[in-house]
Structures are given as C-alpha cells and as structure tokens.
C-alpha cells in the first residue's frame, strides 16, 4: 500500500508446542526509515498466538508433484 516501515520485531518461528497455543508478545523497535512516528517502545507490541499442527503431508505432496513436472519436461 506505499506504506512505510514504523517499527520491527525479533521473533523465533520454530518456538511453538505441538496442539497447544502459546501467546507470544512482540515488542516493536522504531525503525530506521521510520521518520514521522514516534512511539514508545515499550507500550507498543503486536500478540500472536501460535499453534503447531500436522502438515498432513502437504510438504510430501508438494515435493512430489515437483519432483514429477521436473522428469516430465
């Protein structure tokens, strides 16, 4: 949208339990090309919650359909 970055955020992806939400908090951190907002970086977070589910074998599925349009051409 022609936006410009305000603010970034440390987050490990591969911290999660398996069935089992965890809330993580993101403290954001003003960024550098940030030039026109101000804020505290301590009153300024985003909350995600993270769940770790079964792939159902898509990641199977997809590589091997890429690996049989890769033979065929």
Do not use: H
């Amino acid at each position: 949208m022609g936006g410009t970055e305000i603010g970034e955020a440390e987050f490990n992806m591969a911290d999660f339990k398996f069935g089992e939400y965890k809330i993580v908090r993101l403290y954001l951190r003003k960024c550098a090309a940030n030039i026109s907002y101000d804020f505290n970086p301590e009153q300024t977070f985003i909350d995600l919650a993270l769940k770790g589910t079964r792939s159902s074998g898509l990641v199977k599925q997809r590589t091997s359909a890429g690996k049989e349009k890769s033979s065929s051409s």
